[in-house]
């Protein structure tokens, strides 16, 4: 009699511990890495269409000042004309992102002007296209005073072709034989100095110099 009252007794304690120690048991939630009961799992997985636009959208997205590389000159210039707008057009008719004229268009082979302004292509073909046209322009000017330091600025290749887009190629000759002295502002003020000071130390040289350069559309 006393073993079997012994033996519920501790069976009874048996029962006792194992019920506190499930009771005592807490389910620890690390924040974010939990859902709440009834809450069901949802995946959103990208498809491969989804994908490629995301690649295109990116891939599209031109990034400011990308050191002195060509790029780099490409977009610090466009910046500087009109913010990057692809459609801008300012209140004296120069248009899109570098800020042409009409004239210097139809020299490049661009007529229409209103696709002009809605195409990135046709803008940054026709940037390298004036480019080749200055570079052919000055292409004394660049070997006779290159690395020389006119007003405290030093004359680089990218320089005169950056100047050379704000007042044309003939402004920049002027300038450079007067030692400066025969400056130009454009409607907004914007002088030739602070071009090629901005503008300067940037790598050009890809871009061979070509009188007759055209945009090939």
């Given at each position: 009699?006393?073993?079997?009252?012994?033996?519920?007794?501790?069976?009874?304690?048996?029962?006792?511990?194992?019920?506190?120690?499930?009771?005592?048991?807490?389910?620890?939630?690390?924040?974010?890495?939990?859902?709440?009961?009834?809450?069901?799992?949802?995946?959103?997985?990208?498809?491969?269409?989804?994908?490629?636009?995301?690649?295109?959208?990116?891939?599209?997205?031109?990034?400011?000042?990308?050191?002195?590389?060509?790029?780099?000159?490409?977009?610090?210039?466009?910046?500087?004309?009109?913010?990057?707008?692809?459609?801008?057009?300012?209140?004296?008719?120069?248009?899109?992102?570098?800020?042409?004229?009409?004239?210097?268009?139809?020299?490049?082979?661009?007529?229409?002007?209103?696709?002009?302004?809605?195409?990135?292509?046709?803008?940054?073909k026709a940037f390298k296209?004036?480019?080749?046209i200055n570079k052919w322009?000055?292409?004394?000017?660049?070997?006779?005073?290159?690395?020389?330091?006119?007003?405290?600025?030093?004359?680089?290749?990218?320089?005169?072709?950056?100047?050379?887009?704000?007042?044309?190629?003939?402004?920049?000759?002027?300038?450079?034989?007067?030692?400066?002295?025969?400056?130009?502002?454009?409607?907004?003020?914007?002088?030739?100095?602070?071009?090629?000071?901005?503008?300067?130390?940037?790598?050009?040289?890809?871009i061979n110099a070509d009188?007759?350069?055209?945009?090939?559309?």
């Open positions: 009699m006393v073993r079997k009252s012994s033996y519920f007794l501790g069976l009874i304690v048996l029962v006792v511990l194992v019920s506190s120690g499930f009771s005592s048991f807490k389910i620890e939630r690390v924040p974010g890495f939990h859902v709440n009961e009834n809450e069901e799992i949802n995946y959103s997985v990208q498809n491969v269409d989804e994908l490629d636009d995301v690649d295109e959208k990116v891939s599209s997205v031109e990034i400011p000042y990308v050191g002195k590389t060509f790029i780099g000159f490409r977009q610090a210039l466009a910046f500087k004309e009109s913010r990057g707008i692809l459609n801008m057009v300012n209140p004296y008719g120069y248009m899109g992102k570098y800020q042409f004229g009409r004239s210097t268009l139809r020299a490049v082979g661009v007529y229409d002007f209103q696709e002009f302004l809605q195409n990135a292509a046709w803008q940054d296209a004036l480019i080749a322009e000055l292409r004394k000017e660049i070997k006779k005073y290159n690395g020389r330091v006119i007003n405290g600025i030093k004359i680089t290749e990218s320089g005169l072709v950056a100047a050379a887009h704000l007042g044309g190629a003939g402004s920049v000759k002027k300038y450079l034989r007067s030692n400066g002295r025969n400056g130009f502002k454009d409607g907004f003020g914007t002088s030739l100095k602070s071009y090629m000071k901005k503008f300067g130390g940037y790598d050009v040289s890809h009188r007759n350069a055209k945009v090939k559309l």
